[in-house]
């Protein structure tokens, strides 16, 4: 099963586990991982074709001084406005899909190599046909919103109205082939990325 998804609300450590699942793979077998967070940050900050779609769409001040988005800005503008969100995921999501969907593609199956993807919507979009397993990392919602408060700077409020953005993570849940869940420490954590490891590379 290498065509692996790796999904879960906002906050609860996808990154980490997708970090973490790549490491402890690669020690055997190839690994390419790929990280819809940070290619969107990519596609938002450098590419100018978005910049010009975004700027048009949705105005000048979806982006700074300094010629960067204002994710702040931007989560306000799509927390108020379905509209604004519609729009933002047509001009984003299908450049993500391009990257990744070969990429899912041409490792499904594959006897040893693994493909790891973070897929932030992977159920609200319906993606999951496109990897042969999905593994959501979960957390309880007080520490989340710690974290998000923490790590984004937002109000209980904003990380409240991210979380409305998303499927409930209980509906997640259901769906995964696999769950960690990262309310511990790091420890914790890394002993559930090594349990996972383990039975991915003999399942």
Excluded at 99 to 124: G, H, N, Q, T, V
Aim: hydrophobic share 35%.
């Amino acid at each position: 099963m290498p065509a692996l998804a790796i999904t879960g609300s906002i906050g609860s450590g996808k990154s980490t586990v997708l970090h973490g699942l790549a490491a402890r793979l690669g020690v055997d077998s190839r690994v390419t991982s790929y990280s819809a967070d940070e290619e969107n940050r990519l596609l938002l900050n450098d590419d100018p074709e978005v910049r010009h779609l975004i700027t048009s769409e949705l105005g000048n001040s979806c982006y700074d001084a300094r010629g960067k988005a204002d994710r702040g800005y931007l989560f306000r503008l799509i927390a108020a406005d379905p509209t604004a969100r519609k729009i933002l995921e047509e001009i984003l999501h299908p450049r993500l899909e391009n990257i990744w969907k070969p990429l899912a593609s041409s490792y499904r199956y594959s006897p040893d190599a693994f493909f790891l993807a973070e897929i932030p919507l992977l159920y609200e979009k319906e993606l999951e046909s496109f990897f042969d397993r999905s593994i959501v990392v979960g957390c309880s919602d007080s520490v989340r919103k710690e974290r998000l408060k923490r790590s984004r700077s937002l109000s209980s409020e904003e990380a409240y109205q991210w979380l409305k953005l998303q499927h409930p993570q209980q509906d997640k849940i259901l769906r995964a082939d696999y769950l960690l869940w990262n309310d511990g420490s790091p420890n914790s954590l890394e002993s559930q990325i090594q349990l996972l490891t383990s039975l991915l590379k003999t399942s």
